[in-house]
Structure formats: structure tokens, C-alpha cells
């Protein structure tokens, strides 16, 4: 019902920045709750940042609090992930998220709370 395709990744040095788009399509009238997840090989994907679409609400992982932005913009139904001072500990599949609950913590933050995955982009950082 709801379909998201990310944008945006690539490969940057320490320090550098970089911003990851999500643009969704379908019924995303549903979806009260998008993020971004970020997935290392082997491991489980955990939740980087979130926006309650209502009200504007955001969360962060503490691990990139101060250095990452998330923002949408309604009228292009596109959520953005501003991503500055990156460490090579950012590198990972990001995925774009989204969930009919509202946000809510910690569920915003976990995989298993989300409705709908985008196909994921690449973000490698090097020292």
C-alpha cells in the first residue's frame, strides 16, 4: 500500500556530510510514523531517527544526536536524513521506514514496530 525508495547514499571521508532521501507513494495518508534504520551484515537493523508526521516530533539515536537532521517535506511526500560530521562507525544500509502508529519511544526504534521498508542505499565512511 505504501512504497518508499531511498536515495542518496554513497561514500564519503570522516567529517564529511551527506543526505539520504525517502520518496513515498501509495496510501501514505496511513503512515503516522516515518524513520530511518540503519543495518550492519548480520546484524539487526536499529533505529537512527524518526518523525511523528503530525506534529513534527522527532527522535534520534543517542549515537547520532547532534549530528543528524531527519525532516519531511510534505508536499513532495519526501523524508530526508541530513547526515553531517559522519564516522566511519555510520557506515551501513540505511533503510526508509514507516509505520501507521505514531511515533513512540523505544518503539520508533525497532524493526519490528515498522509497517513498510524502502530497498535500502549504501553510506560508507572512511577514516
Known amino acids: 500500500l505504501v512504497q518508499l525508495v531511498e536515495s542518496g547514499g554513497g561514500s564519503v571521508q570522516a567529517g564529511g556530510s551527506l543526505r539520504l532521501s525517502c520518496a513515498a507513494s501509495?496510501?501514505?495518508?496511513?503512515?503516522?510514523?516515518l524513520g530511518w534504520f540503519r543495518q550492519l551484515p548480520g546484524k539487526e537493523r536499529e533505529g537512527v531517527a524518526a518523525i511523528w508526521t503530525g506534529r513534527d516530533s522527532t527522535y534520534y539515536a543517542d549515537s547520532v544526536l547532534g549530528r543528524f537532521t531527519i525532516s519531511q517535506d510534505n508536499a513532495k511526500n519526501t523524508l530526508y536524513l541530513q547526515m553531517n560530521s559522519l564516522k566511519p562507525e555510520d557506515t551501513a544500509m540505511y533503510f526508509c521506514?514507516?509505520?501507521?502508529?505514531?511515533?513512540?519511544?523505544?518503539?520508533?526504534?525497532?524493526?519490528?514496530?515498522?509497517?513498510?521498508w524502502g530497498q535500502g542505499t549504501q553510506v560508507t565512511v572512511s577514516s
Open positions: 501509495g496510501y501514505t495518508y496511513l503512515t503516522n510514523c
Open positions: 521506514a514507516a509505520r501507521y502508529a505514531a511515533c513512540s519511544a523505544p518503539e520508533w526504534a525497532r524493526e519490528a514496530y515498522i509497517n513498510y
